[in-house]
């Protein structure tokens, strides 16, 4: 058997060159500097659509500049999200803040004082009630739709430009790039609730989940080759592996996922799917038995910033995209 031996990771500033190093190493630091080794390799690949699931309080956490930075290069293709982030991040476009807090608090007097907490994160209730409103008036001015969430949300997204032109967001960009965000469980956030009191003025607005999941399988059949990476995992991680199985149901020759990349957490022993291995994916057929994996255990607030900047340091380009 031949080994390659480790290599004691040198300290550098150039953050590109810094996980170059650590994929040398051992644990979790080499398993972050393999990852940015395999999306490289995606965005490299012409014929590769990528897919992001993004779940956890990312935006709140202070990662939207990254999420940005990462669809305005073109690294991914498509977002799957939580309706929470996108909430967020639509708050932080309309001027709304999340603020710098404290996990030992008591929370008894952050409700007198109506201030949300998110782990050490702080926000104005009756601010996040602001943007409530904000949807349902852009719902009700709709008057009624049908569709699925990624149209929705793009059409929200360029209303936003419109209304808010010194604003920026994830929501946005988005719409700007034509970048699909799908909220399969887009009821489940402060969105919906925004949408729950449109309806109860009288206005149709109609989220199909059922064709999100068409739309994004469909996505998924007119690509050569796909990869995904997960911040986190949740809904959005199966929504996306989802897809595999349902074209092959549609004798659409999938075959899984070709690059697969997971931020978490979570840890698999515990039977959990967000914690699930790429390992035991294959057996579904979700990942392809050949696919560049690599699933980093560790928390995505610190994967994220050193992964993106790696990246954009590494002067990697999307293949076969324009800007």
Known sequence: MILDPTTPVRPASDVSILLEGMSKTGFQGRKLGESVSVWKHMIEDPN???LLGLSGAMIPAGMQECLIELVSRRYVDTIVSTGANIFH????????????????????????????RIYDVFAFEEQFREVDNIIAQYAAQLGEFEGSSASFIRDLGKWLIAQYPCGRSLTATCAQMEVPIFIPALSDSSIGIGLVIARRHGFRILVDQILDADEIT?????????????????????FIQQTQVIGS?????CAGHDYAIQYTTDTPHFGGLSGCTFEEAISWGKESCSCRKVQCFCDATIALPLVTSALIG?????????S
Do not use: M, W
């Not at 469909?218 to 199966?238: D, L, M």
């Not at 149901?249 to 020759?253: E, G, M, Y």
């Not at 590494?314 to 324009?322: D, E, I, L, P």
């Open 48 to 50: 590769a659509r990528i």
């Open 89 to 116: 991040d639509i708050c932080e476009h309309c001027g709304i803040r999340h603020y710098i807090g404290h996990h030992h608090v008591d929370d008894t007097e952050l409700f007198d004082k109506g201030i949300d």
């Open 218 to 238: 469909k996505f998924v059949e007119g690509a050569e080759r796909t990869g995904v990476v997960y911040i986190g995992g949740g809904v959005p991680k199966n």
């Open 249 to 253: 149901i549609h004798k659409s020759d």
């Open 314 to 322: 590494s002067g990697v380009v999307r293949a076969g995209k324009t």
